[in-house]
T-cell receptor
């Protein structure tokens, strides 16, 4: 069975500071990895995903994430936070060997951006 | 514009009533999903459908039912058997149900039981 752990349910960052959201997975095989963002009372929007190829993945809104197999991690970063980055962020994984791509979501990290 | 619509946005239900949440997509996706979201718990899968006229239970299907009679539509019924139905419900779809396929989400329905 696979699982996803997001360290820190709430993160506060200053505007202009680095955003770092942590995601670690537990899986018998290296999974496919996704980051989603959710603004209040809205659905989830894909930020980026890693399936194969380059382990550093760039997404929308200036976010990027790096798959590190040795650390079983897929941390999300953005060099400079904007007020508009205030939202909840979810890491998710799927198992390449499953019969279908069931998403396993982390519990989410709420990001607050302070002026 | 292609996308997923959910209605209503807010829904209030009295105890003992069944309610149906609508989900429609015009993305020509084969697979559709229903999730429940509670604070601090991420998303939990209720039901999924890989193709029209077929659907499977997810992790928390008790007290819920679905149908998939059309490719575009995947309504969710919350029955009176669901003990704690107050939550935010999200519908999603993907081109197929493959492990690399991105799931696209609707705006959600917030259900409150009075």
């Amino acid at each position: 069975a696979q699982s996803v752990t997001q360290l820190g349910s709430h993160v506060s960052v200053s505007e202009g500071a680095l955003v770092l959201l942590r995601c670690n997975y537990s899986s018998s095989v290296p999974p496919y990895l996704f980051w989603y963002v959710q603004y209040p009372n809205q659905g989830l929007q894909l930020l980026l995903k890693y399936t194969t190829g380059a382990t550093l993945v760039k997404g929308i809104n200036g976010f990027e994430a790096e798959f590190k197999k040795s650390e079983t991690s897929f941390h999300l970063t953005k060099p400079s936070a904007h007020m508009s980055d205030a939202a909840e962020y979810f890491c998710a994984v799927t198992n390449p060997t499953d019969s279908w791509g069931k998403f396993q979501f982390g519990a989410g990290t709420q990001v607050v951006v302070t002026p | 514009d292609g996308g997923i619509t959910q209605s209503p946005k807010y829904l209030f239900r009295k105890e003992g009533q069944n309610v149906t949440l609508s989900c429609e997509q015009n993305l020509n996706h084969d697979a559709m999903y229903w999730y429940r979201q509670d604070p601090g718990q991420g998303l939990r899968l209720i039901y999924y459908s890989q193709i029209v006229n077929d659907f499977q239970k997810g992790d928390i299907a008790e007290g819920y039912s679905v149908s998939r009679e059309k490719k575009e539509s995947f309504p969710l019924t919350v029955t009176s058997a669901q003990k704690n139905p107050t939550a935010f419900y999200l519908c999603a779809s993907s081109y197929t149900s493959g492990a690399t396929d991105t799931q696209y989400f609707g705006p959600g329905t917030r259900l409150t039981v009075l």
